[in-house]
């Protein structure tokens, strides 16, 4: 098989194993530990906290360690701490604190493996091929999340949440045999590594700088706020303003996976017609029109404009990502490429859960459908930060004169 297959195969069970695994950790804490509101909140706030804590660092770190090994690493921490919870479920000594322990373990091992994973990618792929490549993953990524759920419900009917576990623990140890066949990198070893935080900063500062980088950060940063107000805002929305049942709430929020396949699918096409530079802003002005069309409408209408709306989001969001993901891949120094990720990563990713708090307090005052109206205005803040910055007069972002290289990025 192919590396990049390999690669690919790797991902795609693990990221398969994990949205099982996200079906079953907080049914075992109801179901088996019958967990109160609070604790599930500590759960939650555990799956994300390593972003926070060592968002920035993880750049770093997966700089100093072998890609694979840090990989390999990862989905091995993985394994043990979702295999623990089964373990201690048969023993008899299963507590909410060790499904917060095990979230958290979890969580700095989902950072790694993720700096590591977008890092390692140019290394088994031909250059002319990453923006294909990339537009596969997010694809896969895509039908991951809608199939991993609905797997998970029918497994934890079968066999119940906490044996559920277990296909998770599983599909790690899977991905680290594939992961395994993998080359291994070699890590430059110089005599002293400069100090963690002055890398920290040589990697902030070069994105911040950058023609292109900066504008993909602050563009993404945008979205993702929407996205985190999103989230905490649909099910509202659908149930209470829409009167949607429970069912039909499912199959809406579908519509954002099945845009997150188009937009994936058209990405390459569309980029190649319109250049990456032009494609950005047009993407970005799609995914703001999707997200404002979405609370529009009554009754049946406003099911099929809510649909509408999420397709043309996450059609539009899956073009900025692929396009400057895979722009990050090809323009950094390679010495600087983690650094990098993690940086865009820790200040995108942050606006995820600030969309969702300003996203309640909105809705108190002003209802979901006011909320989601002015959350979705945001969005064009993406396509407006790309107007403002130099890759307005170009046609590919590959145009644009190359920045500078940091010292310690030839380390």
């Given at each position: 098989?192919?590396?990049?297959?390999?690669?690919?195969?790797?991902g795609t069970i693990s990221g398969l194993g994990s949205a099982v695994g996200g079906v079953a950790l907080p049914l075992t804490a109801l179901a088996v530990l019958d967990a109160t509101p609070f604790q599930m909140g500590l759960i939650a706030a555990a799956q994300y906290a390593a972003w926070i804590v060592i968002g920035l660092p993880s750049g770093v770190i997966v700089q100093r360690l072998p890609l694979r090994g840090a990989q390999l690493g990862a989905d091995l921490a993985r394994a043990v701490a979702v295999g623990s919870i089964p373990l201690a479920w048969w023993l008899g000594e299963l507590t909410?604190?060790?499904?917060?322990?095990?979230?958290?373990?979890?969580s700095f091992a989902n950072v790694?493996?993720?700096?590591?994973?977008s890092t390692f990618l140019p290394e088994i792929v031909d250059r002319d091929q990453l923006q294909s490549r990339n537009s596969?993953?997010?694809?896969?990524?895509?039908?991951?999340?809608?199939?991993?759920?609905?797997?998970?419900g029918i497994v934890v009917q079968a066999a119940g949440s906490v044996p559920t576990l277990l296909v998770d623990a599983a599909s790690y140890l899977v991905s680290a045999a594939f992961l395994r066949t993998l080359p291994a990198r070699r890590v430059p070893r110089p005599d002293r590594w400069p100090p963690m935080g002055e890398l920290i900063r040589e990697g902030f500062t070069f994105v911040v700088r950058h023609p292109a980088m900066g504008p993909g950060m602050w563009a993404a940063t945008a979205v993702n706020f929407v996205c985190g107000a999103q989230y905490a805002l649909y099910p509202l929305y659908l149930v209470r303003e829409l009167h949607a049942p429970a069912g039909v709430v499912g199959v809406l929020l579908a519509a954002d996976g099945v845009g997150t396949l188009i937009?994936?699918?058209?990405?390459?096409?569309f980029t190649d017609?319109?250049?990456t530079a032009r494609g950005l802003i047009a993407a970005g002005f799609v995914a703001a029109a999707g997200a404002v069309l979405v609370p529009w409408g009554a009754g049946l209408w406003a099911y099929a404009i809510f649909v509408a709306g999420n397709l043309l989001f996450s059609a539009g969001v899956v073009v900025l990502s692929v396009t400057t993901r895979t722009y990050r891949q090809i323009a950094s120094p390679p010495e600087l490429l983690s650094r990098v990720m993690a940086t865009v990563r820790f200040v995108s990713w942050g606006a995820i859960p600030v969309g969702g708090l300003v996203a309640g307090a909105l809705?108190?005052?002003?209802?979901?459908?006011?909320?989601?109206?002015?959350i979705g205005a945001v969005a064009a803040c993406a396509p407006l930060?790309?107007?403002?910055?130099?890759?307005?007069?170009?046609?590919?972002?590959?145009d644009l004169a190359p920045a500078p290289t940091p010292q310690h990025s030839k380390l």
């Amino acid at each position: 098989m192919d590396v990049f297959w390999r690669w690919w195969t790797a991902g795609t069970i693990s990221g398969l194993g994990s949205a099982v695994g996200g079906v079953a950790l907080p049914l075992t804490a109801l179901a088996v530990l019958d967990a109160t509101p609070f604790q599930m909140g500590l759960i939650a706030a555990a799956q994300y906290a390593a972003w926070i804590v060592i968002g920035l660092p993880s750049g770093v770190i997966v700089q100093r360690l072998p890609l694979r090994g840090a990989q390999l690493g990862a989905d091995l921490a993985r394994a043990v701490a979702v295999g623990s919870i089964p373990l201690a479920w048969w023993l008899g000594e299963l507590t909410i604190t060790q499904l917060v322990v095990t979230a958290l373990v979890v969580s700095f091992a989902n950072v790694i493996f993720d700096v590591a994973n977008s890092t390692f990618l140019p290394e088994i792929v031909d250059r002319d091929q990453l923006q294909s490549r990339n537009s596969l993953s997010s694809g896969t990524h895509a039908t991951t999340s809608l199939a991993g759920p609905s797997l998970g419900g029918i497994v934890v009917q079968a066999a119940g949440s906490v044996p559920t576990l277990l296909v998770d623990a599983a599909s790690y140890l899977v991905s680290a045999a594939f992961l395994r066949t993998l080359p291994a990198r070699r890590v430059p070893r110089p005599d002293r590594w400069p100090p963690m935080g002055e890398l920290i900063r040589e990697g902030f500062t070069f994105v911040v700088r950058h023609p292109a980088m900066g504008p993909g950060m602050w563009a993404a940063t945008a979205v993702n706020f929407v996205c985190g107000a999103q989230y905490a805002l649909y099910p509202l929305y659908l149930v209470r303003e829409l009167h949607a049942p429970a069912g039909v709430v499912g199959v809406l929020l579908a519509a954002d996976g099945v845009g997150t396949l188009i937009g994936a699918a058209l990405t390459t096409r569309f980029t190649d017609a319109v250049g990456t530079a032009r494609g950005l802003i047009a993407a970005g002005f799609v995914a703001a029109a999707g997200a404002v069309l979405v609370p529009w409408g009554a009754g049946l209408w406003a099911y099929a404009i809510f649909v509408a709306g999420n397709l043309l989001f996450s059609a539009g969001v899956v073009v900025l990502s692929v396009t400057t993901r895979t722009y990050r891949q090809i323009a950094s120094p390679p010495e600087l490429l983690s650094r990098v990720m993690a940086t865009v990563r820790f200040v995108s990713w942050g606006a995820i859960p600030v969309g969702g708090l300003v996203a309640g307090a909105l809705a108190g005052a002003i209802g979901a459908r006011g909320a989601l109206l002015a959350i979705g205005a945001v969005a064009a803040c993406a396509p407006l930060v790309w107007l403002a910055s130099p890759a307005r007069s170009v046609r590919d972002l590959t145009d644009l004169a190359p920045a500078p290289t940091p010292q310690h990025s030839k380390l």
